[in-house]
């Protein structure tokens, strides 16, 4: 374990205390609001970018 933080440091150029985990934290968050008996909203979806369409059949 001592060998991947080690090279995380070193590739990444910061101390392992200073990256943290946003996924965590909000799972974390999402599981004590459900142990509190709170309903939990799903996030709204993000918007696509646009797109460019092509028609293959055009020549």
Same mark, same amino acid.
């Given at each position: 374990?001592?060998?991947?933080?080690?090279?995380?440091?070193?590739?990444?150029?910061?101390?392992?205390?200073? /990256?943290?985990? @946003?996924?965590? =934290?909000?799972? &974390? *968050?999402?599981?004590?609001?459900?142990?509190?008996? /709170?309903?939990? @909203?799903?996030? =709204?979806?993000? &918007? *696509?970018?646009?797109?460019?369409?092509?028609?293959?059949?055009?020549?």
């Amino acid at each position: 374990m001592q060998a991947a933080i080690e090279l995380t440091e070193v590739l990444s150029g910061l101390p392992m205390d200073a /990256l943290h985990d @946003e996924y965590r =934290e909000a799972l &974390e *968050a999402a599981i004590r609001a459900k142990a509190e008996g /709170l309903r939990l @909203e799903p996030p =709204e979806p993000a &918007e *696509a970018p646009p797109g460019q369409v092509v028609d293959l059949e055009e020549r």
